[in-house]
Each structure stands twice: as structure tokens, then as C-alpha cells.
């Protein structure tokens, strides 16, 4: 997805070791996202930033940790991993308030936890 | 906790046919109304997108229908195709205040086209 890149694309991790993930944008873009996608529960939003070093939590953040140093790089921590987490995370961006232009996402990192 | 509601969870149609998703939302502060696109192995793509001081949006075969009173609105696809085959997702957000560049997403509707 132009601008936008997540990394890894897959890890396979064992429970109860640190994993942080990687998104990247050359679009300048305020605002971040980080979704995790499941079966039957659709896109959850895990926590966004809205500026370097401003975040909050969103929707299903226990367990998980963020931060944004500088504008293009939002990272994405799970402190000590557990099964449950095992997941497909989307990193999205959006230039405006309300994604009145739509959000652009990042084509994923799937994360296996065993 | 904001809603979006969003049926059906699958959808399995013929080439021509024209399937019909729907979405129904709880907070009229709602004022963004989105639809995305994801193919396997991808992440999702905006489609098109309606604000509610209109009632229908069409983009090529893609058409948003709005029903502000109802609360609910629900894209449809025109003359479909075994491309259109994906994973389509609604979503809602506020247009002002605390959390208004956050977007609800529907749980999703896996839609087959089959040729």
C-alpha cells in the first residue's frame, strides 16, 4: 500500500515474549491507527495516535502498548504475548479529522503466538 | 461504546446478480459513512463513502443508499462480478469532538460472486 509499511509481515513468537511491530508512513499524515483483525469480531481498534507522542487506548488495548517518537514510525508492543493475541494487525493512517478522507491501511502483520 | 451494526455476515451471489449489504448505526452524531474493500491478504481499501445531507452515492457499480431517519444505510453492487469477490466492511464516525477521528467498522460480510 503506497505510503504506508508494516513489519513484520508474519512472526511466529512464543507466549510470553515481548513483540513490537512496525508501521511506517511517507505521507506525513497526523493521525495512526493499529487494528487487529479477527474472525467474526471485524477490525478492533487497539490504540492511535494523534501526534508524536500523543496516543490513547482504544477499543481492546489490555495487554498492548504504543509509541510514536516521530511522525512517520507507530509502533506497536504486546509486553508478553499470549495466544489470544495471535492475530491479523492492521496499521492505518488519516490525514483529517473524522477520516473524512478515509483511512489508508498497511497490508498487515500476522502474528502467531504458540 | 459506539455501534455499527452489520448484516449479512455472508452473502453468496451470481455474476449480475446485485448484492446488498446492510448497516445500521446507534449515535445519530454519526456523520462520515464509509465502506471498504479487503481481498485476502490485503488490508482494507476505501470503496466510496456518504455523508448524511444526501441520500445516495454511486461510484461506477458501487452504490451507498442513506436513510438518515432509519439510521441505516447499505451499499450495493451493481452487475457483480467474481472480482468483487472480498471482505466488505461499513463504518461510522463523529464529525466533531473527542474521538471524532476514530471510525466504527461493522464486523464485516464476506461476499462470493460466483461466475
Known amino acids: 500500500d503506497a505510503g504506508i509499511t508494516q513489519s513484520p509481515r508474519h512472526k511466529v513468537t512464543e507466549t510470553g515474549t515481548p513483540v513490537t511491530l512496525r508501521c511506517h508512513q511517507t505521507e506525513n499524515h497526523r493521525y495512526m491507527y493499529w487494528y487487529r483483525q479477527d474472525p467474526g469480531h471485524g477490525l478492533r481498534l487497539i490504540h492511535y495516535s494523534y501526534g508524536v507522542k500523543d496516543t490513547d487506548k482504544g477499543e481492546v488495548s489490555d495487554g498492548y502498548s504504543v509509541s510514536r517518537s516521530k511522525t512517520e514510525d507507530f509502533l506497536l508492543t504486546l509486553e508478553s504475548a499470549t495466544s489470544s493475541q495471535t492475530s491479523v494487525y492492521f496499521c492505518a493512517i488519516s490525514a483529517q479529522y473524522s477520516g473524512g478522507d478515509g483511512y489508508t491501511f498497511g497490508s498487515g502483520t500476522r502474528l502467531t503466538v504458540v | 461504546q459506539q455501534q455499527v451494526k452489520q448484516s449479512p455476515q455472508s452473502l453468496i451471489v451470481q455474476k449480475g446478480g446485485i448484492p446488498i449489504i446492510n448497516c445500521a448505526y446507534e449515535?445519530?452524531?454519526?456523520?462520515?459513512f464509509p465502506w471498504y474493500q479487503q481481498f485476502p491478504g490485503k488490508g482494507p481499501a476505501l470503496l466510496i463513502a456518504?455523508?448524511?445531507?444526501?441520500s445516495e452515492k454511486k461510484e461506477g457499480r458501487f452504490t451507498i443508499s442513506f436513510n438518515k431517519s432509519a439510521k441505516q444505510f447499505s451499499l450495493h453492487i451493481m452487475d457483480s462480478q467474481p472480482g468483487d469477490s472480498a471482505t466488505y466492511f461499513c463504518a461510522a464516525s463523529l464529525g466533531s469532538g473527542a474521538g471524532s477521528y476514530q471510525l466504527t467498522f461493522g464486523k464485516g460480510t464476506k461476499l462470493s460472486v460466483i461466475p
Open positions: 456518504i455523508r448524511p445531507d444526501v
Open positions: 449515535n445519530t452524531a454519526f456523520d462520515y
